[in-house]
């Protein structure tokens, strides 16, 4: 009896040490699986430096020649000829000498934080190079650089139940109903505080086509603080755009094909620097998306002196044409960590009514009509889900023209 109980059970410990020796060796598999995923996938986006430059911020940049950035990986870009400025700017803005910058024996402003290391060579694209912690860090190799599906703020919908659906919170200006073919706005830049590393808070401009179904175009720039993505808490310059709501197509910055760069002087993804301080200097940057009249493709300008580079237009659907909705202001992702509101902070993570120096602001918000000129949107409205968590208050005066202070610090004793 005891050897027959003996023997069973050491068959027993034979049959465990086989399930878990064949458990460890599927999960040994699928590490090495998914270490070779990740390994492609840098070896997709990192193309071959001309030159590298190592940050203080810890970031490495790699200058990249034009013709071998990330956007040429696509299948209709192939034989693409780079425009290397828009046909027309709006409204005047466009000047020689500013496309030209490089040329110039002016010393530049420090506008992001790897310029205090070197700068790029005429001919290249700065781009931040992607970690393997990076890509670790998303849901999946396939989502790394995507954002979650349904984060964008739909003015009418603000149903209390559904308040934190999709997780995502804003504090927004918008106009919507007429046909809009570019926006302008001048952020102010802070450093807002995350409490969980899933979760983001950024300020941005979104330029929208379509409905807000499975079909939504959308083109976005701004700045953003977002540690899943970056691995820090740093107020970074980002892009991103999409033509099916989130779902397949687009990304930030140049973590696929889409956007074209034509700037050696700005990173999409880096730091921006230096950032504004409660009570302190207040610093902003001008963000301008407009439509290419002629060849139709969509340009982005940062400040008065960078024209970054374009989407084309092809990448859209409704966008090929025009946009029927501009947004500008902050959104936040709460978690409801410990199932209370998060203390992710928007804007400088001050309420609007604080003012200048301690609320963050958009000043000079502008769109481009159809005759490509720049000018004051009509019948600007304002959404915010919680404003008891963030809020958004509009003005009007001759130097800021349309502006708005927005913001808030999240959970507070109104908002748990």
Not at 216 to 229: C, K, M, R, Y
Not at 349 to 358: C, D, I, L, M, R
Request: proline share 5%; with cysteine.
């Amino acid at each position: 009896m005891g050897g027959h109980v003996r023997g069973s059970v050491a068959e027993l410990v034979v049959v465990i040490v086989v399930v878990v020796g064949l458990t460890c060796g599927v999960e040994g598999r699928s590490i090495e699986r998914q270490k070779l995923d990740v390994e492609r996938h840098l070896n997709r986006l990192n193309k071959r430096a001309l030159k590298t430059i190592e940050s203080p911020d810890g970031d490495i940049i790699d200058c990249v020649h034009i013709s071998q950035q990330p956007a040429f990986d696509h299948p209709f870009l192939k034989d693409h000829k780079i425009q290397m400025r828009p046909n027309f700017h709006p409204d005047g803005l466009f000047d020689e000498k500013k496309v030209a910058a490089t040329d110039s024996k002016e010393p530049k402003p420090i506008t992001q934080m790897w310029h205090l290391n070197g700068r790029c060579p005429e001919d290249t694209v700065p781009i931040r190079r992607t970690k393997g912690e990076d890509v670790m860090r998303a849901s999946s190799v396939k989502r790394y650089g995507k954002k979650k599906h349904r984060s964008i703020p739909k003015p009418n919908s603000a149903n209390p139940d559904l308040v934190n659906e999709s997780g995502h919170q804003h504090a927004i200006a918008y106009v919507e109903g007429g046909k809009y073919y570019g926006a302008k706005a001048t952020i102010n830049v802070w450093d807002p505080k995350i409490q969980q590393p899933s979760e983001f808070s950024l300020s941005q401009l979104w330029i929208l086509g379509g409905s807000f179904g499975e079909d939504l175009n959308s083109i976005e720039a701004g700045w953003q603080v977002s540690p899943d993505l970056y691995g820090d808490n740093n107020t970074r310059l980002f892009t991103y755009w999409t033509s099916d709501a989130y779902q397949a197509t687009g990304c930030y910055n140049l973590l696929c094909s889409g956007f074209i760069q034509i700037n050696s002087e700005i990173a999409m993804g880096a730091s921006i620097f230096p950032i504004s301080g409660y009570h302190g200097s207040q610093y902003d940057i001008s963000i301008l998306v407009w439509k290419d009249p002629k060849e139709g493709n969509w340009w982005m300008q940062f400040g008065n002196d960078y024209v970054l580079g374009y989407w084309p237009s092809f990448l859209f659907s409704y966008l090929a044409d025009s946009a029927s909705m501009i947004e500008w202001g902050g959104e936040v992702v709460n978690t409801e960590p410990d199932g209370q509101h998060t203390s992710t902070q928007m804007g400088s993570g001050h309420f609007p009514e604080e003012g200048f120096g301690k609320a963050s602001y958009f000043r000079n918000v502008q769109v481009v009509d159809e005759s490509n000129n720049l000018r004051s949107p009509k019948g600007i409205g304002t959404f915010t889900e919680q404003s008891n968590c963030y809020d958004v208050q509009t003005g009007y005066n001759g130097d800021w023209g349309n502006y708005f202070y927005y913001g808030g610090p999240g959970k507070n004793s109104n908002c748990q």
